[in-house]
C-alpha cells in the first residue's frame, strides 16, 4: 500500500513538472514569436526607405538623361 501512495506521489510530480515546462516553453516560444514580428517590420521598413531611396537615384539620372538628350543636336 505504502508502494502504490509513493509511485501516486512521483508520478503526479512528474506530470506537474512536465506541465510546468511545457508552459515556460510557450511562453519562451510567444516571446520568440514578438521577436521575430518586431523584426520583420523593421526590415519591411529598411527594405521601403530602400526602395524610395532607389527609385529617387533612378528618377534623377532619368531627369540627368533626358536633359542631356535635349543639348544634343539632331542630325
Given at each position: 500500500m505504502n508502494m502504490k501512495k509513493l509511485s501516486l506521489v512521483l508520478l503526479a510530480a512528474v506530470f506537474t513538472l512536465s506541465i510546468y515546462s511545457c508552459r515556460e516553453t510557450t511562453e519562451n516560444n510567444e516571446?520568440?514569436?514578438?521577436?521575430?514580428?518586431?523584426?520583420?517590420?523593421?526590415?519591411?521598413?529598411?527594405?521601403?526607405?530602400?526602395?524610395?531611396?532607389?527609385?529617387?537615384?533612378?528618377?534623377?539620372g532619368a531627369e540627368e538623361v533626358e536633359a542631356e538628350v535635349e543639348g544634343t543636336d539632331d542630325i
Open positions: 516571446t520568440n514569436v514578438d521577436d521575430v514580428e518586431a523584426e520583420f517590420e523593421e526590415a519591411g521598413q529598411e527594405i521601403e526607405e530602400g526602395a524610395e531611396e532607389v527609385g529617387n537615384e533612378i528618377e534623377a
